[in-house]
């Protein structure tokens, strides 16, 4: 096996641990942080931490969106299989809610890939404010449904801090420049499209 190779089998490996990591965690995460944390821990703004990390260590553009949705996939499948072990029900491949977050696995790891490689350029703004969008698109989408999120506002507002924390951590001096904000600012948008999507069919509610 060339060293190029060796590589790459290393990576498909280490995303297939952060997967597994991150769906184990998040299942004792929300068994046992107090209050809204819980929900924190089972946020899919989160999860997309890892993945998109572990992505941005491709060395090509279909590598990088592989490693992403392998980390996200086996996010999903870890999870329901851990929370079936800790709540003590059998487990399979199947139900609405395990397709949908599939779905959203797969969706997220082709953009979120690509962004990861984009990023490695400091060109690309709008790579750049995926993470911080996302999770500030959360954030606002819990606030929108507040009735149904009542429980968790420290949660959602803390969806919006972390956006925003990382909006200007990854910008710094560039934080205010036109490109960036722009870039921010769509993206939050789709991002908080994205969320009503999820949030309708996840809710059970149809128009």
């Keep these: 096996m060339d060293s190029n190779k060796k590589v790459i089998t290393i990576q498909i490996v280490c995303a297939l641990f952060v997967g597994?990591?991150?769906g184990i965690l998040t299942v004792f995460g929300q068994?046992?942080?107090?209050?809204?944390?819980?929900?924190?821990?089972?946020s899919g703004a989160v999860w997309l931490i890892p993945a998109f990390f572990i992505a941005s260590a491709g060395k090509g553009k279909y590598l990088s969106i592989l490693l992403c949705i392998e980390t996200l996939v086996v996010c999903v499948i870890s999870y329901y299989w851990v929370e079936s072990v800790v709540n003590s029900h059998s487990f399979s491949f199947g139900g609405y809610y395990?397709?949908?977050?599939?779905a959203c696995a797969v969706v997220a790891g082709i953009i979120f890939g690509a962004s990861a490689f984009l990023q490695k350029n400091s060109k690309y703004y709008w790579a750049a404010s995926l993470l911080p969008s996302v999770f500030f698109a959360e954030g606002l989408n819990e606030l929108l449904?507040?009735?149904?999120?009542?429980h968790m506002i420290p949660a959602a507002i803390g969806?919006?801090?972390i956006g925003l924390s990382l909006y200007f951590f990854i910008y710094k001096g560039d934080c205010f420049r036109r490109k960036t904000l722009i870039s921010f600012c769509a993206l939050s948008a789709l991002g908080l499209a994205g969320y009503e999507i999820l949030f309708l069919l996840t809710s059970g509610t149809t128009y």
């Design 98 to 102: 395990f397709y949908i977050w599939l």
């Design 20 to 22: 597994l990591l991150t």
């Design 159 to 161: 969806r919006i801090i």
């Design 145 to 150: 449904h507040l009735p149904d999120y009542m």
């Design 31 to 42: 068994k046992y942080l107090p209050g809204s944390l819980n929900s924190l821990a089972n």
